[in-house]
């Protein structure tokens, strides 16, 4: 078989791998530099710790912590169903979202809702501040506790 | 007395659908003056978050199914079928548009139940 | 006559109309204009979103709403664009749905009319997103959480959720980036896709024989 640089497949070659370049070069592209995990740590004072509360809400809005009488625990604020930011709601001691109503209890498990995973329990350390800062790519199993000694 | 013609030209037809244009301007003027948007405080949501009215329904939908089934294969699903409709009709034509007014009926109830009643 | 003639863009408009037309076509019932009202509220949010784009600023949800108060509180006649370019969009998705009903009752689908009747499905569909599009773009906290949402949901998608994710949002609701690609979509691509399907769709209507009695 002899290969002939016609004119023909001189074009048609070209045409696909100016093609196939393009292609790839957008797909690649488009999915290239993604803004991935950038803030997802959140920052609780350490004079909030211990004002009484025992839900409070980190300075960024990522986490909820909760204080029971084994010691704190972080809860990721997304709601496991489709994402939207989980409310306390102080009267009915359960955490709400306001987009499909999923509701879950202080401990994270679910009560109601199409939400059909709980709340996910993230890593909790201390700074040397006495400040607690949560980490919510960590997860951590729910039983785990911060205890300050 | 005023003769009814049964063809008119295309200058007629212009000048129509000008004063179609017009009263439709006015009537988004007119709307945009009596009920003005307003931009919400950005306050951070202690009871419910309602979709425009649009996607009551869907937000209903979400509430109740799986998100593959709410939120993609009935949306996508009913594009679908009126995509196909012209075809299907040719096929069965009582069951399809039978079909297209169930749906059409459901689009509806749904979106008035989640706009106005749950959300 | 060889008169030069320089009125490009009134030919234009002359030209896709029909030289003649049945009369009862044309008057209220039965088509209730509600294809062509679509379009006069397309133009209108055209000339209201391109205002609108002068103080808007893409990005992060906080700068959005900075810069929609803005509009809303300082600039003069800013509310009111917002309200028009926001009824006009409600208007428009109203009207090409009972343009739909109206095509389904008069029996406008049928051959040879099928194939613009998707052509006209995919205009709804587009109108719907850029409807969404617009609403996620307030950047206000409901803004936020429908991204959220709009962002699950699309990772549902089988197969290509994960990239789509990725292409539409950046990979993140949260960030920057998600905000300027809605943003994108929404005064650019989507737009400019809706207006060659809108084209696509008045060239098939005349195409397939005009707005004609019976219809």
Known sequence: ?149 | MAVIKKFIDRKELLRRELIAALVVTNTVFLLAVLLPVSLLADTTFTEMVPAPWIFAGIQLLLKYLPPLWAGIILPFGTAAFLISFPYLTKIWPVLTKASLWVIVTIIIIVTIVGHFIVF | MTQRRNHGLIDFILHIHPPRINSKVTVFWPTMCMGGLSFFLFLLLLLTGILLMFFYGPGDPKTAFNSLTLIQDIVPYGSFIRSIHKWAGQLMVFTIVVHLARVVLTGSYRPPREFNWIIGVILLVLTVFLDFTGYLLIGDATARYATKVAFSLTGQVPLAGSLMQIILFGGNPTTDLAGLRIYLWHCVILPLVLTIFMGWHFYRVRKDGGVKWPL
């Open chain 1, 1 to 149: 078989m002899k290969s002939r640089l016609t004119r023909r497949n001189f074009l048609k070659t070209g045409f696909l791998l100016a093609a196939a370049v393009l292609f790839k070069g957008t797909i690649n592209f488009l999915t290239g530099s993604t803004q991935g995990d950038i803030t997802r740590q959140d920052f609780f004072e350490k004079e909030k710790l211990f004002s009484g509360a025992n839900i409070i809400l980190g300075r960024q809005g990522l986490v909820w912590l909760v204080k029971d009488e084994k010691g704190f625990y972080a809860l990721d604020r997304r709601c496991s169903h489709l994402g939207c930011l989980v409310q306390w709601d102080e009267e009915q001691k359960r955490f709400i979202c306001p987009c499909h109503h999923s509701k879950y209890g202080p401990d994270g498990r679910v009560l109601a809702g199409p939400a059909s995973h709980p709340m996910v329990p993230v890593k909790l350390r201390a700074d040397r501040k006495g400040n607690l800062i949560a980490d919510t790519t960590t997860v951590v199993s729910k039983e785990q506790r911060f205890n300050f000694n």
